[in-house]
């Protein structure tokens, strides 16, 4: 395994590459071995004789590889987090999963003295979206193209756990109040006994800790959300930089685990997306989200969320119809409902909980029953 990788920035090949000339009208399939031939000699000439990191993997959306500017993954060859991000909102960029490089694809190849033929450029051009800065632009699912790079950067949990002197949930205290609220899955809190807060976890599918909100049992401000950046900085673990990207969705409950193929519901709190099928919680009503995916809007029934679900119906978004459940159902009025709170209602009076996909809707006419 090659364990230092010379990355050459200012590469000379056959100039013959970037003077072939194609048809005018270039398809997505020509497009794709286009750069796959101009991108081979690159990689050949940072990586030579090691056929892993050499290999180019073709998908439906994208072309992986190893990154020619971090040198990818030291521990293996095979790992390909660089990518040509072919369809999607970032298409025609190149995003490395690994340093967090992000550029156009033909600033890419100009960085190895490289210029693209005309018709690629335009073909370019004619489907890419004009981003002024990168942190203003929203990711799109290539972010989770390749899950093991996250993986890395969470934390294990046994590593966490030791360090704040935390304890799993099971025969404390805290595990009656879980059950009360309808939560039975021990994997995703932690406690910690001494100073009697619970952590709630945002989990990857291998069990790492990708974020954290802190429940206190005492005094006044009882919800804490932490990004991964900050529990490195609390950990100590400061010498890692962790992707923009990453430590974005890392306050994105569940963001890991939902099905993409299907319906993603998104919640205001994490206890409310761990009770309901593919769903998410943004861990505050009012915090933008980074992710370009479609999504309907299971907001809190109280002020700032009928004020929210208002805002997303006359955007077009599909939104849950609080008035119209608490009508049928005869619920009492209180300042504020959750999920929590009405499958704990419901489960209380005996009554069968409703099918809850009868009451969203995204037209503008039920406005009234939000």
Known sequence: MQENVNITTS??????????????????QEYKERLTSLLQPILDSNFPGNRGKTKIRPYRDR?????????????????????????????????????????????????????????????????????????????D???????????????DRQEFSKYFGLIEVKDTFVWSWLKHRLQYDQSKFLYNAQKNYLVILNL???????????????????YLTYKLAHLYELMKKD????????????????????????????FEGPLD??????????????????????????????????????????????VFLWTKLKTNYQMPVRKKWDLNDALIFFKEQNIKPPNFEEYFSKDELDMIDI
């Open 204 to 222: 990857t599918p291998a069990g790492k800790i990708l974020g954290i909100q802190k429940r206190n049992f005492k005094g006044e401000n009882k």
């Open 273 to 318: 997306c761990f009770l309901f099928k593919n769903s998410i919680a943004s861990t505050g009503i009012h915090k933008s989200f980074p992710i370009d995916i479609p999504l309907r809007f299971f907001n809190d029934d109280d002020k700032d969320g009928r004020d929210e679900s208002i805002k997303k119906i006359n955007e077009g978004h599909e």
């Open 63 to 139: 072309l992986s590889f190893a990154c020619t500017y971090c040198g990818d993954s030291m521990k293996s060859d095979y790992k390909k987090r660089g990518n040509f991000i072919l369809l999607g909102k970032h298409a025609h960029h190149f995003k490395c999963f690994n340093c967090g490089t992000f550029k156009r694809i033909d600033k890419f190849f100009e960085d190895y003295k490289i210029n693209l033929d005309l018709n690629i450029v335009n073909y370019i051009a004619s489907g890419i979206e004009d981003f002024s800065t990168y942190t203003s632009a929203k990711y």
């Open 239 to 266: 010498n890692t930089k962790i992707p923009e990207e990453v430590d974005n969705i890392s306050q994105i409950f569940n963001i890991c685990l939902v099905n993409y193929s299907k319906s993603i519901t998104l």
């Open 11 to 28: 590469l000379s090949f056959d100039s013959s590459l970037s003077n072939i000339n194609i048809d005018a009208s270039v398809t997505p």
């Open 141 to 155: 699912m290539s972010l989770f193209a390749d899950m093991d790079s996250i993986d890395n950067y969470a934390i």
